[in-house]
């Protein structure tokens, strides 16, 4: 018999994210998750307790016995009554004791929670999490080439030992000489730079139409493992010594994009730290789809997942459309020319 909590647990079977702020490590992240699901599983009333047959003593009756001492004997004949108790068993059907809660604990114990593609513990953003079969479809996901968008906040006239306005002071410079069109220059560098070796670990002819329609698509991407390659990067606020930069990113980690933002400062020959690493997306999850701490219940899990499924759903169906109109069009041109 299926009960309350499998039915809801088969409700969360499935990809959702979070948003996970910064100074947290995303392991207690994924902790905390895990202890949720299993408070909300747990919580519904246990199935009623299983039954068996035993057999109980119902009522006792006495039988009475005489004994006689035998003739001959040097003592006297003397008799008396000996009582004894005859007891009665009948079947009965009672619980099974040994399958109650308070002997077997929770019905789930533990939960297994995938984490996609992590975030370090000075971090925040979106962070995808699985559960269930959902993990399988995790794993597909992570190893494709899908693109994550940062947030990137620099600051000019510092340098750090691990790029980041966090770690050792190890040189300060000036910055007064740095304007909006030397940091978009800049930008156009390494952006071209990184494009080059998109289509080098691409592996495709570039004047294929495979290439073009994967262009097309936006799903031009390394084959296999490649270094990071940042595929977008634009500055959207620039205020001296604060800037504001906007990535889109393959294969990264946030050291590397730390470590873009210090190479930013030397190329516009000053010096420049990290100030914070935000993902605003990661793949098909955005930062509005991202659960906050107080959301973070089984409850708004299962409307997460309802709710990437549901958009799984819509976009198989608008891809089979489109295949099909293409189809159809195609065979229309087929037609005319003939």
């Known amino acids: 018999m299926t009960t309350s909590a499998v039915r809801l647990f088969r409700k969360i079977d499935g990809l959702f994210c979070v948003y996970k702020p ?13 202890t949720n699901i299993l408070k909300g599983v747990n919580a519904f009333p246990p199935p009623p307790l299983p039954k068996e047959v035993r057999f109980l003593q119902a009522s006792s009756s006495a039988a009475t016995a005489e004994w006689e001492a035998p003739r001959g004997a040097e003592t006297p004949a003397v008799t008396w009554t000996e009582t004894k108790a ?4 009948t079947p009965t059907w009672v619980p099974v004791l040994s399958k109650h809660p308070l002997v077997t604990g929770p019905e789930y ?14 971090s925040s953003g979106v962070l995808v999490l699985a559960v269930g079969n959902g993990t399988r479809v995790l794993n597909e996901v992570h190893t494709s080439a899908i693109t ?25 410079s000036t910055f007064g000489h740095i304007n909006l069109d030397k940091m978009d220059r800049v930008l156009a560098m390494l952006q071209g730079a990184n494009q080059k070796a998109l289509l080098m670990y691409a592996n495709v002819d570039m004047k294929s139409q495979e290439a073009y329609e994967l262009a097309t698509h936006g799903l031009l ?8 390659i940042l595929t977008g990067l634009r500055c959207t606020h620039f205020q001296p010594p604060n800037f504001t930069l906007e990535v889109r990113c393959l294969n990264e980690t946030q050291k590397y994009l730390r470590k ?8 516009l020959r000053s010096t420049a730290v990290c100030k914070g690493v935000r993902r605003t997306r990661d793949g098909p999850f955005t930062v509005e789809d991202a659960l906050t701490h107080r959301h973070w219940t089984t409850d708004d899990i299962i409307e997460a997942v309802r709710h990437y499924h549901a958009t799984k759903k819509r976009k198989r169906k608008r891809k089979t459309d489109r295949v099909t109109a293409t189809s159809a069009s195609q065979a229309g041109e087929e037609r005319s020319t003939l």
């Open 22 to 34: 910064a100074g947290v490590h995303w392991k207690l992240v994924r902790d905390t998750i895990e």
């Open 109 to 122: 114990r533990r939960v297994r929670v995938a984490v996609g593609h992590r975030l370090d513990a000075f």
């Open 260 to 267: 873009i933002v210090h190479e930013i400062g030397l190329e």
């Open 148 to 172: 994550r968008d940062y947030t990137l906040e620099g600051e000019f006239g510092t340098a750090t030992d691990d790029f980041s306005h966090q770690g050792r002071v190890l040189e300060r």
């Open 221 to 228: 991407g390394p084959e296999g493992k490649s270094p990071p």
């Open 86 to 89: 005859v007891e009665r068993r």
